[in-house]
């Protein structure tokens, strides 16, 4: 089944041709402004009919439901070259390479330049990691589960101290408690929002330093508590957001055999359908290990959320990237010069008050907004399924939503400000080192303007919402044995993508474009 791809091409076409217009002015660099050839309410129009086309074509056309192996349809890597070049050679390079950058980011922000421009710290974590990884991990492979450098570190000292190689299958001090799930993943995820959006000294390195070492000891505790799977399943912030985020991914890692799943608390009663597993990957041997390509998203709609804490995980990323964007509106600083009116004597930090307040505010409405969407679908099909039922079948398709988001907002600050890994990599601290001879390099600021960052904004968030759309559609017609119930819960779910869509694009037009 190609539909998907060909769903999104049409869009794009169709998006092309109600916006397209030649008399466009190219802007001048990273942050300039122009105006549209048309009023942005028919942009806005435009993207939500797109939005509703996408519904229509997949209820008529999508139908039937599938089998998981079929999601799987092609595998690479049974060659043994093949197998030690990548999983002997280049793998192993990859984690050593994480490790050392990992650490360059501490000492880094302690003995190196304290300018964010000229430490590697800042770089690493917000664009590398936070946008670049994202990406990738969405549109491509979870290379996280080569990189992570607390799972390398954590295994190397445990395989030196203990001499045996199963470190993930390690099952820690204690057993981890059922009711913690992934709560301690969602309480880092918003500290980790929170030093992006509202903390005043997010870009200084020895901060960053400083917070990566705290963080490095919770993360080891967990660990060596409670097992590195569980630990990494359920409490470890990058863990847990790029696994959610590579459902999207269509290069997944996979096993010729299952002969690890039966000591992996993960997949052991699926042994059949051990796929995207990196604990049964990695202590699994050479000959057996796989990348598999399954057709893109196809992972959203094959599983559902098990707890409430990792439906509210996919709401929080979510609502943070929209209030990022929004917090750059004129609206919102009417808002925020409002409250400085009201509160500025009386606290120290009102800015920051205000923001902490409207990042909460913004994950509380879009909690709401969920679950009373869930309450109407449940309502729509007669209560056949319940309001918890239904929030887990439908938080995945939620992903690709948050993906396009971030591309449409952190699109021309990757393009641009990525470019400092450029010299960064010749001298990491700003010491005046050049390693590689690219210690000279000047950013090119013209490799994007604003009418570029514009119309990738507008595809990405409708692509977004459009594979949501088809996700939701797939997830029901497997979780739901009616075509009937699935039409009926797919039109409330329509209802609120498309007026997200508009919401989104509104947001997003704001700091870039003058609305003629």
């Known amino acids: 089944m190609i539909l998907l791809p060909r769903i999104i091409i049409v869009s794009a076409w169709t998006i092309f041709y109600l916006f397209a217009d030649l008399r466009l002015s190219y802007a001048h660099g990273f942050g300039d ?82 300018e964010p421009s000229q430490n590697i710290g800042p770089t690493l974590v917000w664009i590398i990691l936070w946008v670049g990884l994202i990406y990738f991990n969405a549109l491509v492979f979870n290379l996280w589960i080569f990189l992570n450098p607390w799972k ?63 963080y490095s000891i919770f993360t080891f505790l967990g660990m060596y508590l409670f097992g590195p799977v569980n630990w990494l399943t359920n409490g470890e912030l990058f863990s847990v957001t790029f696994r959610l985020l590579s459902k999207c991914s ?59 804490s990792e439906i509210f995980f996919v709401l929080m990323l979510l609502s943070s990237v929209t209030f990022d964007g929004f917090s750059e509106t004129p609206t919102w600083a009417n808002i925020v010069s409002l409250g400085i009116s009201f509160i500025g004597d009386l606290v120290t930090y009102p800015v920051q008050l205000i923001s902490t307040a409207g990042l909460l505010f913004s994950f509380l409405i879009f909690i709401m907004i969920y679950f009373f969407s869930c309450f109407v679908v449940s309502k729509a099909i007669s209560n056949k399924y319940g309001i ?42 700003g010491l005046g080192w050049d390693l590689f001879q690219t210690s000279d ?16 904004g507008i595809f990405a968030i409708v692509a977004g919402h459009i594979t949501a759309v088809y996700a939701s559609h797939y997830a029901s017609l497997i979780k739901f044995s009616e075509f009937q119930l699935v039409i009926q819960a797919q039109r409330v779910m329509l209802i609120m993508m498309v007026g997200y869509t508009i919401a989104g694009l509104w947001v997003l037009a704001q700091p870039i474009i003058k609305v003629s």
């Open 250 to 308: 269509p290069v997944v890692v996979s096993l010729s055999s299952g002969e690890q799943c039966k000591y992996c608390s993960q997949c052991r009663y699926d042994q059949e359908n051990c796929f995207d597993c990196e604990y049964c990957f990695d202590q699994s041997s050479t000959s057996n290990k796989r990348f598999g390509f399954r057709r893109f998203a196809s992972g959203l709609y094959e599983s559902k959320a098990t707890h409430l």
């Open 441 to 456: 390099y000047k950013l090119y600021i013209g490799i994007v303007n604003s009418k570029a960052a514009w119309f990738v």
């Open 388 to 429: 918890e039922d239904i929030s887990k079948i439908l938080v995945y398709s939620l992903i690709p939503i948050a993906v396009g988001y971030h591309i449409a907002h952190y699109f021309s600050f990757l393009l641009i400000q990525g470019q400092s890994m450029v010299y960064l990599i010749s001298d990491p601290m």
């Open 152 to 214: 390398n570190i954590y295994s190397l000292f445990y395989v030196l101290f203990t001499g045996s190689r199963s470190v993930l299958f390690h099952l820690g001090k204690y057993k981890y408690p059922k009711s913690f799930k992934r709560w301690p993943a969602l309480v880092f995820l918003f500290l980790f929002l929170w030093l992006e959006i509202v903390f005043p000294n997010s870009g200084s390195p020895v901060y960053i330093s400083v917070l990566a070492i705290n």
């Open 33 to 114: 402004r122009y105006d549209l050839p048309v009023p942005l309410n028919w942009y806005l129009f435009g993207a939500g009919t797109v939005v509703a086309l996408s519904f229509l074509f997949v209820s008529v056309f999508v139908r039937a439901t599938i089998k998981r192996r079929r999601f799987y349809s092609l595998s690479i890597g049974d060659s043994l070259p093949f197998q030690l070049i990548i999983f002997r050679g280049f793998v192993p390079l990859i984690k050593c390479i994480s490790v050392v950058l990992f650490l360059f980011l501490i000492f880094g922000g302690f003995v190196g330049s304290q």
